[in-house]
T-cell receptor
Framework: KAGVTQTPRYLIKTRGQQVTLSCSPISGHRSVSWYQQTPGQGLQFLFE???????NKGNFPGRFSGRQFSNSRSEMNVSTLELGDSALYLC????????????FGPGTRLLVL | AQSVTQLDSQVPVFEEAPVELRCNYSSSVSVYLFWYVQYPNQGLQLLLKYLSGSTLVKGINGFEAEFNKSQTSFHLRKPSVHISDTAEYFCAVIAVGASKIIFGSGTRLSIRP
């Protein structure tokens, strides 16, 4: 099976812009979670989607949003970008009956200038 | 709520020497425990996991970890490291039935020839 894929891999934006990141889970996986990784804060949970519904949300401002499509692909959107949003954004998927075991994609590295 | 403490931010070892990366967790509910590895400019790869059963868990690349409930620890060990083990290692917990992973701050393992 192909692993979790994320596009784009690298992105440069300026403050105030918005950005959309995409994640395709492993085939058959319906749960998709997003994490932000920064040197200062480490790995932090953003949100989790299952069957097009957000099931869980971390402590991030409303500028961070996401959605999931019927094919389980997920997108994450960040509006009004700030310098502090520069990070590696990781997506993970998990399969039926194995919600606890998450498989990660390579990440999208976002740089906000 | 759960928390994870990785006691060492960096661990330097010589090639072919044994290594132990320490991890302690705190939780008021039952949890599952994981170790992930992150190679430079890559996502997270699952090394091993403890869900239940035997407290000694074997993972990929010759790593193993032991769950100690009384000491709330889940230390990672390898009897003989290789240059290719140079990476950052993350200990993580997830409450049983939940989908949000709580990560430790990571331990950077550097191997000296």
């Amino acid at each position: 099976k192909a692993g979790v894929t994320q596009t784009p891999r690298y992105l440069i934006k300026t403050r105030g812009q918005q950005v959309t990141l995409s994640c395709s889970p492993i085939s058959g996986h319906r749960s998709v979670s997003w994490y932000q990784q920064t040197p200062g804060q480490g790995l932090q949970f953003l949100f989790e989607y299952f069957s097009e519904t957000q099931r869980n949300k971390g402590n991030f401002p409303g500028r961070f949003s996401g959605r999931q499509f019927s094919n389980s692909r997920s997108e994450m959107n960040v509006s009004t970008l700030e310098l502090g949003d520069s990070a590696l954004y990781l997506c993970a998927s998990s399969g039926p009956g194995q919600i606890e075991t998450q498989y990660f994609g390579p990440g999208t590295r976002l740089l906000v200038l | 709520a759960q928390s994870v403490t990785q006691l060492d931010s960096q661990v330097p070892v010589f090639e072919e020497a044994p290594v132990e990366l320490r991890c302690n967790y705190s939780s008021s509910v039952s949890v599952y425990l994981f170790w992930y590895v992150q190679y430079p400019n890559q996502g997270l790869q699952l090394l091993l996991k403890y869900l239940s059963g035997s407290t000694l868990v074997k993972g990929i690349n010759g790593f193993e970890a032991e769950f100690n409930k009384s000491q709330t620890s889940f230390h990672l060990r390898k009897p003989s490291v290789h240059i290719s083990d140079t990476a950052e290692y993350f200990c993580a917990v997830i409450a049983v039935g939940a989908s949000k992973i709580i990560f430790g701050s990571g331990t950077r393992l550097s191997i000296r020839p």
